[in-house]
């Protein structure tokens, strides 16, 4: 399963959970995260994509 949003919304959330005192911390991390799947290409090897924003439902790509 494959959540997907837009990085800034994705920033928003995580600061209003945890505060932003934290904000180095979720760009550090966020930058971390993005070099992460991209080397294992996590999104593209997902059998159902949400979106996370709310706007559509769940997207099966793959069965098994």
């Known amino acids: 399963v494959w959540v997907t949003a837009p990085r800034t919304l994705r920033r928003e959330r995580g ?3 945890d505060g932003e005192q934290l904000a180095p ?5 966020m930058k971390q995260e993005d070099a992460h799947f991209a080397s294992q290409r996590t999104a593209e090897r997902a ?3 949400v979106d ?4 559509r439902p769940a997207h099966v790509v793959t069965s098994g």
Do not use: E, F, N
């Open 15 to 17: 600061l209003a959970r």
């Open 25 to 29: 911390h979720w760009d550090g991390w």
């Open 47 to 49: 059998d159902v994509v």
């Open 52 to 55: 996370g924003t709310g706007t």
